[in-house]
């Protein structure tokens, strides 16, 4: 079983609030942006807030 956190919001580049599922994974954070889910590798470190 992999560790995993649920979050409701991700911050972009430009610092602004993005609605969004993500997912804190062992290999890095997965985000999913409606049906387009992407993985964001552990060494980019984006900020993101528990809802």
């Known amino acids: 079983m992999v560790n995993s956190r649920s979050t409701g919001a991700v911050e972009d580049v430009n610092?602004?609030?993005?609605?969004?599922?993500t997912w804190q994974l062992?290999?890095?954070?997965?985000v999913e942006f409606g049906n387009d889910l992407k993985l964001i590798p552990k060494e980019l470190?984006?900020?993101?807030?528990?809802e």
């Not at 062992?26 to 997965?30: E, F, H, S």
């Not at 470190?45 to 528990?50: I, P, V």
């Open 45 to 50: 470190n984006l900020r993101t807030y528990d």
């Open 26 to 30: 062992n290999m890095g954070t997965y």
């Open 15 to 21: 610092g602004r609030g993005v609605a969004a599922v």
